[in-house]
């Protein structure tokens, strides 16, 4: 796990600073639009990064906290990281329903003035062919006319000329009509990506990012923190390299002379003895090793500790 951590840790700081900046960003524009001065805006806006980043670290520190069993303390910073939390969640989620909404309502607009002048246009167009449909009626009556007198020539000659013109200016007509009315369909069937979407689908996905933008930080943090047996470890192995050469030398000699230790097991001592420095040593590992009760490893476990063979420490007991 440790190597996992340390291989995995620059990506996944990269990620919580990615994610730390959307939040804060949305944290500083929301504090912003509340406050109509700009130099207050711009102060509290600063504030307002300060304390959201402050909460990505709250939650590996209370951690840490709990583990030096200070619970009121790491209470508190909980319910501080709690309630920042929750201001930048909702910056976060506000940001998201305004920016849904507003498309919605820009894309709304756009379609209706849209779809009203395709509906104009066609209406227009179809008006136009009703007219000319009429003008070729009464052409038709005028040549009639000019039959009935006798003259057929002139009566062709107005029938060409004029229907001519009026079978190509009620095409075009029908065309834009046809083309209105197919551009219409459309767009009342094509909907964007932000006003297609339902609005308490949008609503629940908003609040599902915000909600992760929160928690998915705080999660790599507090996973990234060290164990308690690597502190313990980094801990002791600091404090063995701050002992004087003699003392350090001294361990070797105790290791080997494990036949009676005020009266401790010399199967304790060569567990002991095998156990790096630093490292935990769990009571139920002695129980079994030395097939005894928990309460008697116990108490030998607490005569090896006041023999200095093993450090009492928060998470339990560790070879000195």
């Known amino acids: 796990m440790h190597h996992l951590q340390q291989r995995h840790r620059l990506p996944l700081l990269a990620m919580v600073a990615a994610l730390a900046g959307?939040?804060?960003?949305?944290?500083?524009?929301?504090?912003?639009?509340?406050?109509?001065?700009?130099?207050l805006a711009a102060l509290f806006a600063s504030a307002a990064v300060v304390l959201d980043l402050f909460k990505y670290v709250a939650w590996p520190l209370a951690l840490g906290l709990l583990g030096m069993r200070r619970t009121l303390c790491a209470l508190l910073m909980m319910a501080c990281a709690l309630a920042l939390g929750g201001v930048s969640g909702w910056a976060s989620y506000d940001r998201l329903m305004s920016s849904i909404i507003t498309s919605?309502?820009?894309h709304q607009a756009r379609q209706e003035q849209r779809r009203l002048d395709l509906v104009e246009q066609r209406n227009t167009d179809a008006a136009r062919i009703e007219?000319?449909?009429?003008?070729?009626?009464?052409?038709?009556?005028?040549?009639?006319?000019?039959?009935?007198?006798?003259?057929?020539?002139?009566a062709l000659e107005l029938e060409a000329a004029a229907m001519a013109r009026i079978d190509a200016e009620r095409d075009r007509a029908q065309v834009r009509r046809d083309l209105a009315s197919q551009?219409?369909?459309?767009?009342?069937?094509r909907p964007?990506?932000?006003?297609?979407?339902?609005?308490?689908?949008?609503?629940?996905?908003?609040?599902?990012?915000?909600?992760?933008?929160e928690i998915v930080p705080a999660l790599i943090l507090s996973a990234l923190r060290p164990s308690p047996a690597q502190?313990?470890?980094?801990?002791?192995?600091t404090a063995k390299q701050e002992q004087p050469q003699e003392r350090r030398q001294e361990r070797p000699v105790t290791e080997r002379e494990t036949v009676a230790i005020d009266g401790l097991p010399a199967e304790l001592l060569q567990l002991i003895g095998s156990t790096e420095s630093g490292t935990k040593v769990a009571v139920r590992q002695v129980a079994k090793v030395m097939r005894i009760g928990s309460d008697k490893a116990t108490r030998l476990m607490q005569k090896a500790a006041e023999a200095g063979l093993l450090s009492k420490t928060a998470a339990g007991y560790v070879a000195a």
């Open 22 to 39: 959307v939040t804060a960003t949305s944290v500083a524009l929301a504090i912003a639009a509340l406050i109509e001065n700009t130099l």
């Open 104 to 106: 919605r309502a820009e």
């Open 131 to 154: 007219q000319l449909d009429a003008e070729a009626v009464v052409v038709h009556q005028q040549a009639s006319a000019l039959r009935d007198r006798g003259m057929v020539s002139r």
């Open 183 to 189: 551009e219409l369909t459309a767009l009342l069937a």
């Open 192 to 213: 964007t990506k932000a006003a297609g979407l339902p609005l308490e689908l949008a609503t629940l996905l908003c609040l599902g990012f915000a909600a992760a933008l």
């Open 231 to 237: 502190e313990y470890a980094s801990v002791a192995e």
